[in-house]
């Protein structure tokens, strides 16, 4: 998955598996919030699009009752924290700082 945009969408990924037969690069994420120091137009931080509180509603569809709420909040911000608890095949290792044209 190359060159596409991803903008306001309420979950970047979505998954039932581990399993990733797919590459994603050169994206453009509109909840990427990396930085791009040498200014050549890639993020300089790899993007994780899959977020854990996706695949904990795919597994349990009711958990989008708490979708604003102050502890999805605090879920996503400790994903930054410790990506780790995240898949980590899923991930674009140069998202891109601007949207393509479309």
Same mark, same amino acid.
């Given at each position: 998955? @190359?060159? !596409? &945009? +991803?903008?306001? =969408?309420?979950? #970047?990924?979505?998954?039932?598996?581990? *399993? @990733?037969? !797919? &590459? +994603?690069?050169? =994206?453009?994420? #509109?909840?990427?919030?990396?930085?791009? *120091?040498?200014? !050549?137009?890639?993020?300089?931080?790899?993007?994780?699009?899959?977020?854990?509180?996706?695949?904990?509603?795919?597994?349990?569809?009711?958990?989008?009752?708490?979708?604003?709420?102050?502890?999805?909040?605090?879920?996503?911000?400790?994903?930054?924290?410790?990506?780790?608890?995240?898949?980590?095949?899923?991930?674009?290792?140069?998202?891109?700082?601007?949207?393509?044209?479309?």
């Amino acid at each position: 998955i @190359v060159s !596409n &945009n +991803f903008i306001g =969408n309420t979950f #970047d990924m979505g998954t039932n598996g581990s *399993l @990733v037969l !797919n &590459n +994603f690069d050169s =994206n453009y994420w #509109d909840k990427y919030e990396g930085y791009d *120091l040498d200014k !050549n137009g890639l993020g300089d931080v790899p993007y994780h699009p899959l977020s854990l509180f996706a695949v904990l509603s795919e597994n349990n569809p009711s958990t989008m009752l708490l979708y604003r709420s102050f502890m999805i909040t605090l879920l996503d911000k400790s994903e930054k924290i410790l990506p780790t608890i995240t898949p980590d095949n899923f991930i674009d290792n140069k998202p891109l700082m601007k949207s393509l044209p479309l």
